[in-house]
């Protein structure tokens, strides 16, 4: 099944730091993550990563220790 990851709006990091860690975890490019850090400013999310659910948790929690706010959905719900 499909999975979602999103990244979440917070008043703690700079569009840099999003950038920085969209590059790191994800190997995302300077003006995608800047794209995604300016999205997620003013929509209060922004969907990073589709994939298994498996795949998803693990970057998840890779967020989550670095202090990112993200969750996980699918057709069944949040994660």
Do not use: W
């Not at 990851?5 to 969209?22: A, K, R, T």
């Not at 997620?40 to 693990?58: A, I």
């Amino acid at each position: 099944m499909e999975s979602r990851l999103y990244l979440l709006n917070d008043d703690i990091h700079s569009f840099n730091e999003v950038v920085f860690v969209l590059k790191r975890y994800l190997g995302y490019p300077t003006l995608q993550g800047a794209s995604i850090a300016e999205i997620v400013h003013t929509k209060g999310r922004c969907e990073v990563k589709n994939g298994p659910f498996e795949d998803l948790e693990l970057l998840k929690e890779m967020l989550i220790k670095e202090g990112f706010n993200v969750k996980i959905e699918n057709d069944y719900g949040l994660h």
